[in-house]
């Protein structure tokens, strides 16, 4: 019989201990989805900014295209040149 209460006994103190470790357990678990919450705030807030940011480059990258390129600007440079000299020589 006393093999019996001690095994009773046993077993209730491994019950009390898995019952606080399960309550500790659920308040990790509680502080884990509010942590979870901010950082869904977070990751709204990176995504609106990305958004925002595509639509910057997008347009960035529209202004770029219609640059002169380099020979566009070297052949004005001559077509300048060219012009002036032809004229140096109708002015006198």
């Known amino acids: 019989m006393q093999a019996l209460e001690a095994n009773q006994a046993e077993f209730r103190a491994s019950v009390v201990r898995l019952e606080n470790a399960v309550s500790a357990l659920s308040a990790k678990v509680d502080r884990l ?8 705030h977070t990751v709204d807030r990176i995504g609106e900014k990305v958004e925002r940011l595509i639509v910057d480059v997008a347009e960035l990258k529209g202004r770029v295209s219609q640059l002169p390129t380099t020979i566009m600007l070297i052949g004005f440079t001559l077509a300048v040149l060219a012009g002036s000299g032809i004229l ?3 002015v006198r």
Do not use: F, V
């Open 33 to 40: 989805g509010e942590h979870l919450e901010r950082l869904s």
């Open 88 to 90: 140096k020589y109708y």
